[in-house]
């Protein structure tokens, strides 16, 4: 069955820049979603079609793809930004869709 | 306000029976791919199933092929998951979703 593969935690200081990847033999061919979720609550999108950010997501946001790895960049990341973020995208035949194993980020 | 409000997750002994409900509004319901997708405790997002704008097109992941159906109701605006031969391993919280759109999740307990 597909995979997504990503780091199982990213740490960084306020104001860095936060990068989290997301590796899949067919994200050349399918789009990558991204999910922010906090503790006890429900996923919110911040990037989807690789790159496009919803309305009400800060500008910090911001995706990216190449090849066979989708990145999410948090650019001057803040203390409210510590959560769990989940890439999501589908296989080939855009039938089967499978979330990453999760990031935890950890801003301090 | 757009809104997708879960129900029906219940406590279910290792082989039983639960249906799932998700009503939606403020959005066109009949317009929208619907997902079902769950979160053991402590543990990440797994996507289960979701079901194309008639409900023509099902698709599932391997582990609940056979044993659970999605279905909809566009007339109602409602999203459905029945959980048959419930193990568990089905124990999580239950997200009904679109892409951008997400419920607060209703719990489902698979245990005697």
């Known amino acids: 069955s597909y995979e997504l593969t990503q780091p199982p935690s990213v740490s960084v200081s306020p104001g860095q820049t936060a990068r989290i990847t997301c590796s899949g033999d067919?994200?050349?061919?399918?789009?990558a979603y991204w999910y922010q979720q906090k503790s006890g609550q429900a996923p919110v999108l911040v990037i989807y079609?690789?790159?496009k950010r919803p309305s009400g997501i800060p500008e910090r946001f911001s995706g990216s793809s190449s090849g066979t790895m989708a990145t999410l960049t948090i650019s001057g990341a803040q203390v409210e930004d510590e959560a769990d973020y989940y890439c999501?995208?589908?296989?080939?035949?855009?039938?089967?869709?499978?979330f990453g194993g999760g990031t935890k980020l950890t801003v301090l | 306000e757009v809104q997708l409000v879960e129900s029906g997750g219940d406590l279910v002994q290792p082989g039983g029976s639960l249906r799932l409900s998700c009503a939606a509004s403020?959005?066109?319901?009949?317009?929208?791919?619907m997902t079902w997708v769950r979160q053991a405790p402590g543990k990440g997002l797994e996507w289960v199933a979701n079901?194309?704008?008639?409900?023509?097109?099902?698709y599932y992941v391997d582990s609940v092929t056979g044993r659970f159906t999605i279905s909809r109701d566009n007339a109602k605006n409602s999203l459905y998951l029945q959980m048959n031969s419930l193990r568990a391993e089905d124990t999580a919280v239950y997200y009904c979703?679109?892409?951008?759109?997400w419920g607060q999740g209703t719990m489902v307990t698979v245990s005697s």
């Open positions: 979703a679109t892409l951008s759109m």
């Open positions: 403020g959005f066109t319901f009949s317009s929208y791919w």
């Open positions: 079901i194309n704008q008639d409900g023509s097109e099902k």
């Open positions: 067919a994200l050349p061919k399918q789009y």
């Open positions: 079609e690789d790159s």
């Open positions: 999501y995208s589908t296989d080939y035949n855009g039938n089967h869709w499978v």
